[in-house]
């Protein structure tokens, strides 16, 4: 096989760039046509040019329109179940979220909040052992979700940057509803007490978030706060990994903008 040198291959992108056509260039070079159009693609690789669709801009970086109450949601699913990675073989990387399938409203509405956020980008359901990895691949996932990091997220900073945190104070329902349904749950207590001394039983709804990451706990605690929800720890043991919400009144303000898992 003939090898080009890197000074005709230079002289060809020269030419190409100027306008010349693939077959002026084979002619003159005396390159196969092949080869010419092929140095033309790598090319146009490199300098991001490409011809076909362009890639979907960036609502961070370039300003274009966020839905910013789907993406409070959103922010909130990641920071419970969600993961960002990119494998060797792909050219984009992929966030995706971890939904159970006893829960299809939840990944129906996962989905909906994906689409929302990037709305020019395919969203897919990934099924695995017992649930189902809500999937969008995004070149700037990066950029929406820079809490992403190596390891776990319990052992390292999670902090909002100013842009984030002023969508979540817009939109603090939506954030708490996602921290929620990715690592809340709500159940039913009980209780007995004695009246004209006969024990009865009561019971009464109570909401729960658990997380190990001292930062998403925060987050999650100051959002309820700031809607007025009454909320304390309930420590497992000697970890306070747990926030509970069981006044009446909080109780009712969740069951108005959270409720159950569905």
């Not at 189902?132 to 700037?140: A, E, G, I, M, T």
Request: with cysteine.
């Amino acid at each position: 096989m003939h090898m080009h040198g890197t000074h005709v291959r230079q002289k060809a992108i020269a030419l190409l760039r100027s306008g010349a056509r693939n077959a002026d260039v084979s002619r003159r070079l005396g390159v196969p046509v092949g080869t010419v159009a092929y140095w033309l693609h790598l090319d146009r690789a490199q300098q991001g040019t490409l011809p076909g669709k362009s890639a979907p801009p960036c609502p961070r970086c370039e300003g274009t329109g966020l839905d910013r109450a789907a993406y409070s949601y959103l922010l909130a699913l990641y920071l419970g179940d969600g993961h960002i990675i990119q494998y060797s073989q792909h050219r984009v990387p992929s966030l995706m979220i971890a939904c159970d399938e006893a829960w299809p409203g939840l990944m129906d509405e996962c989905e909906q909040a994906m689409r929302a956020v990037f709305p020019d980008n395919s969203v897919c359901r990934v099924r695995r052992t017992g649930c189902r990895n809500v999937k969008v691949y995004s070149l700037h996932l990066w950029c929406m979700f820079p809490q992403h990091g190596p390891g776990k997220k319990h052992d390292r900073l999670i902090a909002l940057e100013p842009w984030q945190q002023e969508i979540v104070d817009a939109h603090p329902w939506k954030f708490i509803r996602g921290l929620f349904h990715s690592d809340g749950c709500r159940i039913t207590n009980w209780t007995t007490k004695v009246v004209a001394g006969e024990r009865k039983r009561y019971e009464y709804p109570r909401y729960f978030f658990t997380n190990k990451s001292d930062d998403i706990r925060k987050l999650c605690s100051d959002t309820l706060t700031k809607v007025g929800v009454e909320w304390t720890t309930l420590a497992r043991g000697s970890d306070p990994f747990n926030i509970s919400v069981a006044r009446r009144a909080s109780v009712a303000l969740m069951d108005a903008h959270v409720g159950p898992k569905y």
